[in-house]
């Protein structure tokens, strides 16, 4: 296992400094300092120390001289995005591709957008792919990870990094942070990123949590099922982050959940197939984006729960007596009586390893 030099915080984490330029401690070493005060699994903690880093250990120079012979595509899965995609694409372009020649194709994966979102990334310069016609003939499944599976057969990168397309005050820190533990060390097959995120306007009384730690579904759902079923994924800080970069041959091997279910089911996987040592994990210092309302991650949640208990029944861990319900009932204040109710499909859908696929073996490049 290859040992990387994280910041040392010296049990302290006083005067460092995060990627995102705060003087404050660094979730790296803040997260260090937990791991060294006990309690974690020992698999885990031995992987946090060996396979986190941050985006300031990964300088653009040294990414440049590893890169060799590697195609690089940065994937934006994006669904009415229209204001923050273009930006990134910008950024990317012009700080990785333009300025430096890092990255070879930003792609956006367009799921069907009703707004101008196809139109912003095309004018910035993306290659704009409609889902349809990612793998033409075969109808759509709504959902993130649908986007991201379609998004192999067009992508030409034998890395791929994917970087969700709701985030403001985007820096091109977060794509060089997730490249550097692949370019550096080809046994890394997985890169997650992590990262603080304020909640603008929230407040302790809605359930949200302290900027430095994951997000509501984070906390409630997907920790407590690592810790109870993986516990030698305790040192992933972000499970469920949607910034991470991966390698094609890995990717093509994987069956990837449709919705929200995606990052769980990858970062399983990825271990199943490929061992812990395979994954990497780098802090991104923060991260800004658009909040969701806790009866979408209530959806979120009913997603990431099916995801977890298709996995421990496909490797024989649980024995399930009765298939799970796939219908989720939420209730507001909607309605005459204050009582407003709502009923969502959550059943669990999703895409086979996509090498399977004959039209994978065929893909060509297309644009939308």
Not at 56 to 75: C, T
Request: hydrophobic content about 45%; some cysteine; charged content about 25%.
């Amino acid at each position: 296992m290859k040992l990387w030099v994280v910041r040392d915080a010296g049990l302290t984490g006083v005067g460092k400094t995060t990627a995102g330029g705060s003087d404050r401690p660094g979730t790296v070493e803040r997260v260090k300092i937990a791991v060294a005060g006990g309690g974690m699994d020992q698999q885990a903690s031995a992987w946090f120390q060996a396979r986190t880093s941050a985006s300031d250990d990964w300088p653009l120079d040294q990414l440049l001289a590893l890169k060799g012979d590697h195609r690089i595509s940065v994937v934006l899965p994006a669904l009415d995005e229209e204001t923050t995609v273009g930006d990134i694409v910008t950024i990317i372009r012009r700080d990785l591709m333009i300025n430096a020649p890092l990255v070879d194709e930003v792609v956006v994966l367009d799921s069907g957008s009703t707004d101008r979102t196809a139109a912003e990334a095309a004018a910035a310069g993306a290659t704009v792919v409609h889902r349809d016609a990612a793998v033409p003939g075969l109808p759509a499944i709504q959902g993130k990870g649908e986007a991201m599976w379609r998004s192999l057969f067009c992508a030409t990168g034998d890395i791929v990094v994917f970087i969700d397309a709701d985030l403001r005050s985007f820096s091109s820190h977060f794509v060089t942070g997730l490249l550097g533990p692949l370019l550096a060390d080809p046994a890394v097959h997985l890169v997650k990123g992590f990262y603080d995120r304020p909640m603008h306007g929230a407040s302790e009384r809605d359930g949200s949590p302290s900027s430095g730690g994951g997000g509501r579904v984070t906390e409630l759902v997907a920790r407590p099922l690592l810790a109870l079923h993986w516990p030698e994924l305790a040192g992933v800080v972000q499970p469920l982050a949607g910034e991470y970069a991966a390698r094609r041959s890995l990717l093509e091997q994987l069956p990837f959940p449709c919705g929200y279910g995606v990052e769980l089911g990858l970062l399983v996987d990825t271990v199943r197939v490929r061992g812990l040592d395979a994954l990497a994990q780098v802090d991104l210092g923060e991260r800004h984006h658009r909040h969701q309302d806790l009866r979408a991650l209530g959806r979120m949640a009913a997603e990431i729960w099916q995801v977890a208990l298709d996995r421990l029944d496909r490797d024989g861990r649980i024995v399930v007596v009765e298939e799970p319900s796939t219908r989720l009932t939420q209730f507001d204040d909607r309605g005459a009586d204050g009582r407003g109710r709502a009923t969502h499909d959550v059943a669990l859908a999703q895409r086979p390893p996509a090498i399977t696929l004959p039209e994978y073996a065929q893909r060509t490049l297309v644009a939308g």
